[in-house]
């Protein structure tokens, strides 16, 4: 903690000096040791305009904004190495993301914004519009629905700011891709990329001039691989396409956009560990390898649920949280005398399926498992009575470590539709007034068999167990040794309707104030089965299926309405040309979802504000952006307060809910300084303290799954050889220690990673990459055991840790 506390004070040291120094660097020419093509860099960073939270269309400088944004061009995006769409937001202050679970299925943590799983305070947009508008559900958060590749040109990342006043008012995080577009430079590029587990993926663009006023783009990915862990069978595999069409327009343009997305990415959760010292040290558990190892294997791949008497399903691994989707997007923005109009309007229909392992009770010897399995189903047996033998044959030691993992099976169609329009104009001297309407209306259809426990060894690539007793009783079959728990079927609709008005005002050249306000109305419906337990065999001696979940052929209709405020105001004060003072408050809500719908059980527990509250957060902050040839730097401090916070935990057998709210404040920091020509060292992260309130049971305690303290420290050298260059980066990541739980029981340790790279650019054709993510092989755990409750900080344990080392090779061809 005293470390901690060194690097915060050192931090903000670092921004009172590059304050106070901006006073002597306003208005001076750039010079040495700045090269020409370094001062092109930096000033392409002083006049970058941002699109993301802003009242035009049209966008804002970033210096001159008056609210916290991270942007990532291709190169930036591609030189982070991220291992998924959620991976990209390491490189945002005040933002915690846990992607290891592969390409899809991401937790993301922002800033003291309390949550325990998935990403429900951030939204994930392309070109400005909702993917789908809901940030989260059950088995889907907005990462999930989005690919990465050549198609992006760059990411705005809004935290906080007026964002809750525009599109769909996330008062958290806004990932907003911007898709390249056609222009009269054609861009046509081929890149071949090889890597760690058999990574094979092609990634194409192609853009230009079609015809006068006429400009399209095509571009997309082929990709399949085994995975860092590798499961036995493909771990990802698909493929994404991606076309737009532009026409210009007099003082605009309207851009068409589709892309088609079909992919199967596996999706990894916990790995048997040690844990010793109350969960501060963690080791390897013998035998498994928790950098490359997974319990799923070729033997578990294709799977059957019993889901009802005469009802079987069959489901297969390799599909695991993947995504077959299109989405089609419409963008118009036009200046008509005096007017900036612009339209933003998207369809998206797809099916986000999860069939996936999600690891139970921590690992016991066999000799264990059969113990408890007799105390419970053969009363005054011997402990050892019964046989464990492995469905592929052979008897099981005694001392064979063994582990329960459930194959669970969650299908989700998901259908949206969002518009927003925006009308802004001059009115009145100084002041330009903003008045928008944003409709949505989606729906998610859910079929859900969550449970399915089974038996296999605490091994890589593991080996499925039967137990059969001495008295007929037959725990465990073909592997199966738990049922069904919860198996509910629902249809969701809902519609949201907001009309927001904004005005900026300019009060002199150096001082610009602006306010907002919106008004939502959300209208939620909900037919959710009814469910009864039962035995699918009419046989009490096999247990592993007594008990199961399943419908009645009955349904619960659910409706509720909601009707909220939000508000936002800041200041912006120009210190020089370059750089500014910002401050901004606001108010935002986000409303209950389809998955707190269910959670109530009853149209009375729903009508309960009390018991599924519409949630509310305050947000305060202020800053200092500027960017000169020698450095640049984005810092600022904030404070949030949330009430009426709805969670949820699926266990091992039951899912459990609750209401909290939180209070927290810190400082982020994006600072780079570029001492020599050619050098960049960039220090972004955060420091953040935020603990939760308005619950007994926890208040006081540390908001759960994210550190006090994170950073990243990038230097990179670039070295000209002549019409070549070769520029050389690398990462040092610190992630402070966090409590996996609400009830800070189960703690995670602190841990750090490094990455490299290189990146080769040969003419005016060919570029080569090779880049390289913990490189060192740091153990480091980014959740605990989340099936159980309580502590879990001795001995063997379930936990998911990052993954190992992984290096990729790509070329590219420019033609």
């Not at 008012?169 to 390249?180: C, D, E, Y």
């Not at 070295?719 to 690398?730: M, T």
Request: hydrophobic residues 35%; without cysteine.
């Amino acid at each position: 903690m005293k470390s901690q506390k060194q690097f915060l004070l050192s931090s903000i040291g670092l921004a009172v000096l590059t304050l106070v120094s901006q006073a002597q660097a306003a208005g001076q020419q750039p010079g040495t040791p700045a090269t020409a093509a370094a001062q092109q860099g930096v000033q392409a960073e002083i006049q970058q305009v941002v699109v993301t939270g802003t009242a035009s269309a049209s966008g804002t400088r970033k210096i001159d904004t008056s609210f916290s944004i991270t942007t990532a061009t291709e190169e930036q995006l591609k030189s982070a190495s991220p291992s998924s769409t959620a991976d990209v937001l390491k490189l945002v202050p005040g933002v915690y993301a846990e992607s290891t679970g592969g390409q899809s299925g991401a937790n993301v943590e922002v800033r003291g914004f309390p949550s325990g799983s998935d990403s429900p305070f951030v939204s994930v947009q392309l070109n400005g519009n909702p993917i789908y508008p809901v940030p989260v559900l059950s088995f889907f958060e907005g990462t999930s629905a989005f690919r990465l590749d050549d198609t992006i040109e760059r990411v705005e990342v809004l935290r906080g700011g007026p964002s809750t006043i525009y599109s769909v008012g996330q008062p958290g995080a806004t990932m907003n891709f911007i898709l390249k577009k056609g222009s009269d430079t054609p861009e046509r590029t081929l890149r071949f990329t090889a890597g760690t587990g058999d990574l094979r993926r092609v990634d194409g663009f192609f853009g230009g001039k079609i015809a006068d006023g006429w400009y399209g783009t095509v571009g997309g990915f082929v990709r399949e691989s085994h995975g860092v862990r590798d499961p036995q069978f493909k771990a990802d595999d698909g493929h994404q396409l991606t076309a737009s069409l532009t026409r210009t327009l007099d003082g605009g343009e309207v851009t068409a956009y589709v892309r088609t997305t079909k992919d199967k990415n596996a999706f990894y959760t916990g790995v048997p560990l040690i844990s010793s010292n109350n969960g501060r040290t963690i080791t390897e558990f013998p035998g498994f390898d928790p950098l490359t190892g997974t319990l799923m294997s070729e033997e578990m791949r294709i799977f059957t649920i019993d889901a009802a008497p005469g009802k079987t399903l069959t489901r297969d691994l390799a599909d695991g949280r993947g995504m077959d989707a299109t989405v089609f997007g419409l963008n118009y923005e036009q200046k008509i005398g005096g007017w900036d109009l612009s339209n933003k309007a998207n369809y998206f229909d797809g099916d986000l399926n999860t069939i996936s392992m999600f690891t139970g009770n921590n690992p016991v010897s066999a000799a264990a498992y059969l113990a408890t399995a007799n105390a419970n189903h053969n009363p005054g047996a011997a402990a050892g009575s019964g046989t464990m033998t492995y469905v592929k044959g052979g008897t099981v030691a005694p001392d064979q470590q063994v582990v329960q993992a459930g194959l669970w099976s969650v299908e989700k169609q998901l259908k949206s539709f969002t518009n927003e329009f925006r009308a802004s104009r001059e009115l009145i001297k100084n002041h330009t007034f903003t008045a928008g309407i944003y409709h949505a209306n989606y729906k998610s259809n859910d079929e859900w068999y969550l449970g399915n426990s089974h038996l296999m060894t605490a091994t890589p690539n593991a080996s499925l167990i039967d137990v059969r007793l001495n008295n007929g009783v037959i725990v465990s079959n073909r592997g199966v040794d738990g049922n069904v728990f919860y198996a509910p079927t629902a249809s969701y609709k809902g519609d949201n309707t907001a009309v927001f008005i904004a005005d900026e005002f300019k009060v002199n050249e150096r001082i610009k104030l602006d306010v907002g306000a919106r008004r939502e109305k959300q209208s939620l419906h909900a037919s959710i089965s009814n469910l009864k337990s039962g035995d699918t065999d009419n046989n009490p001696l096999t247990v592993y299926n007594n008990g199961t979940s399943m419908t009645t052929g009955t349904f619960t209709q659910l409706d509720r309405d909601d009707s909220v405020n939000s508000f936002t105001a800041g200041a912006l004060f120009k210190l020089s040309e370059n750089a500014s003072l910002f401050a901004r408050a606001n108010k935002g809500h986000t409303f209950i979802f389809f998955d707190d719908m269910r959670n109530a059980g009853t149209q009375a527990a729903l009508n309960d504000r009390n018991g599924v509250p519409t949630p509310e957060v305050s947000q305060y902050e202020v800053g200092f952006k500027t960017a000169t040839p020698l450095y640049s730097a984005y810092i600022n401090a904030f404070f949030t307060d949330f009430s009426g916070i709805s969670f949820q935990q699926i266990t091992t057998d039951a899912v459990l809910n609750s209401v909290s709210g939180s209070k927290g404040h810190g400082v982020e920091f994006e600072l780079a300084v570029r001492p020599i020509t050619n050098l960049q060292v960039t220090l972004t992260g955060n420091y953040q303290k935020s603990e939760y309130k308005d619950n007994p049971a926890i208040s006081g305690n540390d908001v759960q799954r994210q550190p006090q303290l994170q950073f990243r420290l990038t230097p990179s050298y670039r070295i000209p050889l002549g019409d070549n260059a070769l520029k050389l980066y690398a990462t040092y990541t610190h992630i402070g220690d966090r409590w996996a739980d609400q009830a800070n029981l189960s703690y995670l340790p602190s841990y750090k990673t490094f990455d490299a790279g290189v990146l080769a650019t040969v003419g005016d054709h060919w570029e080569f990459r090779v880049a390289g993510t913990n490189l060192s092989n740091e153990l480091g755990l980014t959740e605990g055991n989340s099936r159980l409750t309580g502590a879990q900080s001795s001995g063997p344990i379930n936990a998911r840790p990052i993954f190992g080392r992984a290096v990729e090779a790509s070329v590219m061809y420019r033609f």
